[in-house]
């Protein structure tokens, strides 16, 4: 079950970032199967359980 989008925030479940790039603009977050983005705030939940 995948959590409702809030506002602008988006959420990607069953996801790998393989990098994370910071310039001047922010963060730019590569990912194994979703397309790159910009990024205000990255939490990592690895090793959690549901």
Not at 15 to 41: K, S
């Amino acid at each position: 079950m995948r959590p409702p989008p809030l506002g602008d925030t988006r959420f990607l479940c069953d996801e790998v970032i393989t990098a994370l790039r910071q310039d001047g603009d922010g963060v730019e977050g590569i990912f194994e199967h979703a397309t790159p983005r910009q990024l205000g705030l990255v939490v990592d939940a690895d090793g959690l359980a549901r």
